[in-house]
């Protein structure tokens, strides 16, 4: 049982980068789907997919996978170079717009889930929108 999905997801990525795969498929999730439109917009990910697993009697099941497409630069260098969990299941961290963590000096991105959407911190800070601190992404 995870305790911990988005934590699973970012290890499952970070494992996928450092073999230079392609691509790599996790289990789906709602969050995680908002999560991977983040990174996507802000051009870290080329794409993913949304896969519906076929339950009894061809009907769809409840259950999902995604499978994410890596995006490397012109000559293979990573797009992504690090991602670290921000909060954790076990101490939510939430942080008013003026705090919100600004990786690598405002060349990386923090993915915050606020009220109004799960938002990179450039989008929060355009909105005005503080809220829990998912993760960063360099």
Known sequence: MQ???IADMLTRMRNAL???AASCTLPGSKLKVLVLDVFKREGYI???EVHTLPGRGGQPSAKSSIS???KYGPDG???ITRLDRFSK???RRYRPTSALPRPRKGLGISIVSTSVGVLSDRECRQKRAGGEVLCTVE
Do not use: Q, S, W
């Open 68 to 70: 994410i497409k890596f």
């Open 89 to 91: 299941p076990g101490c």
């Open 46 to 48: 080329e794409n993913y």
């Open 77 to 79: 260098e990573e797009v």
């Open 18 to 20: 450092r073999t230079r």
């Open 3 to 5: 305790t911990d999905p």
